[in-house]
């Protein structure tokens, strides 16, 4: 069993005087926020230079790359010794992410504290900048890290403070507790294979990521109906990172963002502004998103990308799991949506892909009128070890979310959707509670909105899938 690592990242920044520029009034670019971050660099405290032999005579030794120096008392092993490489494969990830010049990095260092027996430390007198220390810390260019007992969960922790100090040194300031902690969540959730590092990995499976745990957190907060909305999220203090549930709500949406080619580059381009309050950092990446997503689609006004959003992310919170298939599951919105009575013919069509998640089906239902469905078809459902058949009932063997796999499911997305907790006791309104409708149903909707179909899968097994459903609507 999963043995989850509480995760007290206690991640701190001498903020100490903003330079005077007038970086504030500058286009938002990389070169700007690289500038700022340079100013701010001037500003620095120096460091008390680590005493060499104090830490040797502690049973301390060092490891050097060209980003790393990592001091540990750790016993020589390869997974312990690499841990240097991995950090410098790191920096020039973050450059790419960030859209920086490597450039500019070459000379950028870390001095690295891995620590199994914190008073060998405080002996060496390497521990005196840390307050306390539950598993890792970051000041300026400097780290600690408490060796935890998985060898995944130690990369994972040198990365995410690595992160941290990436930031602070390019620029300048971190933001606010949800970008700050979701970005190094999303940057140190890794793969290392072959001494490869891949980094802002979306797991495939948990033997991935021993004491990782974040998708389990969220998954438990869902069913616990503690879920959070994007508002939430930008709320997050960073007190409330005194819990592990914080990291895993930053994480799932940071990696919400990082995998949604809607939702990416606004977050990544986040990072280029975060000075100011903590509100202002959110309302600048709602900017960035109407902005980009407007150049691309005019005809969405702000307020439907916003509610876009909200459904989205309910959605994924909704299916979260290991192996999410982003592509597949990705929901085109219908501007030309209309209501059925403005449609000539008596009966309207739809055909349901079943290798997909959520699909509109063009057609608004308007509240209090009566709509009656039938749905046939014989699809595909996996592939292996044999093909498994389906109708629109699903099949009883496989259950997701207590209904059958391959049922056919509908919902409605209210024209004004203002509140996107899910509500336990009305189904077919919103992506987290759907309908079941199977073979058919007769339904008379409480709100008016646009109607959306899809059939009942894991999202991780929706590539395996073939066929469609065709569904005929009539009013009643
Ligand atoms: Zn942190």
């Not at 002996?123 to 840390?130: E, L, N």
Request: aromatic content about 14%; overall charge negative.
């Amino acid at each position: 069993m999963l043995q989850y690592q509480f995760l007290f990242l206690i991640t701190f920044l001498y903020l100490g005087i903003f330079p005077e520029t007038n970086f504030f009034a500058e286009e938002i670019s990389p070169g700007s926020a690289e500038r700022f971050g340079g100013e701010f660099r001037k500003n620095w405290m120096p460091e008390r230079p680590v005493d060499e032999s104090l830490l040797k005579q502690n049973g301390i030794r060092r490891l050097e790359s060209k980003h790393l120096t990592l001091y540990t008392d750790l016993p020589a092993s390869e997974q312990v010794d690499n841990l240097p490489t991995l950090f410098d494969q790191l920096i020039p990830l973050l450059c790419h992410y960030f859209e920086l010049n490597h450039r500019h990095y070459e000379t950028f260092k870390v001095e690295g504290f891995l620590i199994d027996d914190f008073e060998k430390f405080q002996q060496g007198g390497a521990v005196h900048q840390v307050p306390e220390l539950r598993h890792g810390y970051a000041l300026r260019c400097r780290i600690w890290v408490r060796n935890p007992d998985s060898e995944y969960y130690r990369r994972h922790l040198l990365l995410h403070e690595g992160v941290h100090t990436f930031m602070g040194y390019a620029f300048g300031v971190w933001g606010p507790p949800w970008y700050r902690e979701g970005t190094a969540e999303l940057l140190a959730t890794h793969l290392w294979e072959n001494k490869r590092l891949t980094a802002a990995r979306f797991p495939k499976s948990r033997n991935e990521l021993s004491g990782w745990g974040r998708i389990e957190i969220v998954r438990n907060d869902f069913t616990k109906n503690r879920f959070r909305t994007i508002q939430n999220v930008f709320e997050l203090e960073s007190e409330d990172y005194d819990e592990n549930t914080a990291y895993g709500w930053s994480w799932a949406f940071a990696a919400f963002c990082e995998n949604h080619p809607r939702y990416q580059t606004a977050f990544r381009q986040t990072a280029w502004k975060l000075y100011g309050k903590p509100d202002s950092i959110a309302k600048h990446f709602t900017e960035l998103l109407i902005k980009k997503i407007q150049n691309e689609s005019p005809e969405w006004n702000k307020q439907e990308i916003m509610d876009h959003l909200d459904n989205d992310w309910l959605d994924f919170i909704t299916n979260l799991d290991y192996g999410y298939d982003f592509e597949r599951t990705r929901i085109d919105y219908d501007k030309n949506i209309q209501p059925f009575s403005a449609i000539s013919a008596k009966e309207i069509q739809c055909q349901i892909q079943t290798d997909k998640g959520w699909q509109s089906s063009g057609i608004r239902l308007e509240q209090g009128k009566t709509y009656r469905f039938t749905a046939s078809g014989r699809f595909q459902l996996a592939e292996k070890p044999k093909i498994w058949y389906s109708e629109p009932n699903g099949i009883t063997l496989r259950y997701y979310h207590s209904i059958p796999i391959g049922t056919l499911l509908a919902t409605l997305i209210p024209d004004k959707t203002e509140n996107f907790a899910p509500k336990k006791e009305t189904t077919g309104i919103g992506f987290s509670m759907p309908k079941n409708f199977g073979y058919g149903e007769v339904w008379t909707p409480e709100v008016s909105g646009e109607l959306f179909f899809r059939i009942n899968d894991f999202p991780s097994e929706l590539s395996d899938n073939n066929g469609s459903v065709t569904v005929k609507l009539t009013v009643n």
